[in-house]
């Protein structure tokens, strides 16, 4: 039985003794391939994509998930979104809630004394809203309603810094 004679397809192939030897060269490409080395240096067209994504050698099970299906949205939605539009109406009638209850105040402890009870109600009312209805206008109460009872902490602060004798007694 006679050997088989190495064949060398590429100009740089190794020798019929070389490391490789005994391991069977493919076949010779086609007209117009370019042999590996050359097609790094720009010589000649491509043969084939430069990089093919291997197969998935199985189906995931569906235990462990492998990845979001494409076009996805997320799972979870908020049931009731809170919208710009609704935290500054919310903003808005809870400062004039705030203004109207201060202004019923003849001097400062009455000021604040009055915008306490106004925020006290009004953050109830937030609650409420957070909890069963729209919650953007719910926020917008809780935000003006902190920001009345910070004025009226600030008015005291101010009052109390400048006679210091504490002006809600």
């Known amino acids: 039985?006679?050997?088989?004679?190495?064949?060398?397809?590429?100009?740089?192939?190794?020798?019929?003794?070389?490391?490789?030897?005994?391991?069977?060269?493919?076949?010779?490409?086609?007209?117009?391939?370019?042999?590996?080395?050359?097609?790094?240096?720009?010589?000649?067209?491509?043969?084939?994509?430069?990089?093919?994504?291997?197969?998935?050698?199985?189906?995931?099970?569906?235990?462990?998930?492998?990845?979001?299906?494409?076009?996805?949205?997320?799972?979870?939605?908020?049931?009731?979104?809170?919208?710009?539009?609704g935290v500054f109406a919310g903003a808005g009638s809870a400062a004039a809630w705030l203004v109207a209850f201060g202004l019923l105040g003849r001097d400062l402890r009455g000021y604040v004394l009055w915008t306490l009870f106004a925020g006290g109600v009004a953050w109830l009312v937030a609650l409420v809203l957070t909890a069963r209805g729209d919650r953007g206008v719910g926020a917008g109460i809780a935000l003006a309603g902190a920001l009345g009872w910070a004025v009226a902490a600030a008015a005291v602060a101010v009052r109390w810094s400048s006679s210091a004798d504490w002006p809600l007694w």
């Not at 020798?15 to 493919?26: D, K, N, S, T, W």
């Not at 042999?35 to 189906?59: E, F, I, N």
């Not at 099970?61 to 949205?73: D, I, K, Q, R, V």
């Open 1 to 85: 039985m006679a050997e088989e004679p190495a064949f060398r397809p590429w100009p740089d192939a190794p020798a019929p003794g070389g490391p490789h030897a005994g391991v069977r060269q493919p076949d010779r490409p086609g007209p117009g391939a370019v042999p590996p080395g050359d097609a790094l240096r720009g010589g000649g067209p491509r043969v084939g994509p430069v990089w093919a994504a291997r197969p998935a050698a199985h189906s995931p099970s569906g235990l462990f998930p492998a990845g979001p299906p494409p076009n996805s949205h997320p799972t979870y939605r908020e049931p009731h979104p809170a919208r710009v539009g």
